[in-house]
Nanobody
Framework: QVHLVESGGGLVQAGGSLRLSCAAS????????MAWFRQAPGKEREFVAV????????IYADSVKGRFTISTDNAKNTMYLQMNGLKPEDTAVYYC?????????????????WGQGTQVTVSS
């Protein structure tokens, strides 16, 4: 079973940047499609971005397109989410997730493995 551990969250002012990391317990990213989701208080978990096994295909939620970048480093078994131009509405717990299929899903129930989450808070 793959274990995923997120890090890099914190408190940042609006307009600032953060880079989240998701470390996997084993060589993962060439066999799993990987995604980031987030969940704000009182809201459902929502899709942020997904990257294919090859790393060549990425899909973003409209709300983060042009500001966030998803990437993987297979040598380090780590996935990243570079977040620029942060807004208060980006405040949430961010989760990384893995899926053993090849379809790049945008719904949380399609993902088999989850990290514990990392808090991102953006102040106005």
């Amino acid at each position: 079973q793959v274990h995923l551990v997120e890090s890099g969250g914190g408190l940042v002012q609006a307009g600032g940047s953060l880079r989240l990391s998701c470390a996997a317990s084993e060589r993962t990213f060439n066999t799993y499609s990987m995604a980031w989701f987030r969940q704000a208080p009182g809201k459902e978990r929502e899709f942020v971005a997904v990257i294919s096994r090859s790393g060549r295909t990425t899909i973003y939620a409209d709300s983060v397109k042009g500001r966030f970048t998803i990437s993987t480093d297979n040598a380090k078994n780590t996935m990243y989410l570079q977040m620029n131009g942060l807004k208060p509405e980006d405040t949430a717990v961010y989760y990384c997730a893995g899926n053993t299929g090849i379809v790049l899903h945008r719904v949380s129930h399609e993902y088999d493995y989850w990290g514990q989450g990392t808090q991102v808070t953006v102040s106005s």
